[in-house]
């Protein structure tokens, strides 16, 4: 059986789910300005660090397009200075994990990067359906 490897997540899709700036004020925000979803965010965030590092590991002719998905994210959010620095720690941190494991592309390598699209995608679905519609 032949191996394929993992197809990106499509750019609408990661965003539709993250055009959460159109909902009213009102219903982003909780208790301390943080938007209801922002646990989803963060390991959204995550995932596309974790991302920016497998994918071009492993061969995808990918070197930027995970920087610039959060670069994207970070746009749509327009996040504070503290929450924009969270969101770019947990970029930051899924990034370094795997840099620091994976200096070479592995089975293991590959089945992580299949995962983490699969996740970001059912995540940013999640997301948009939960939050993006009134």
Not at 50 to 75: I, K
Not at 127 to 133: E, F, I, L, N
Request: some cysteine; aromatic content about 6%.
């Amino acid at each position: 059986m032949r191996r394929t490897r993992p197809r990106a997540l499509p750019l609408a899709v990661l965003l539709a789910g993250l055009a959460l700036a159109a909902l009213p004020a009102a219903a982003q925000s909780t208790q301390g300005g943080a938007p209801p979803y922002e646990a989803d965010l963060l390991h959204l965030a995550e995932i596309l660090g974790a991302l920016h590092y497998l994918r071009p590991l492993c061969g995808a002719a990918e070197t930027t397009r995970w920087r610039d998905e959060m670069q994207g994210l970070l746009e749509v959010e327009a996040p504070s200075g503290e929450r924009r620095g969270q969101l770019t720690g947990a970029f930051n941190t899924g990034y370094e994990s795997y840099r620091q494991v994976y200096r070479n592309c592995t089975p293991s390598a590959e089945l992580a990067s299949q995962r983490y699209l699969e996740a970001g995608t059912k995540l940013a679905r999640d997301v948009a359906t939960r939050y993006g519609s009134n």
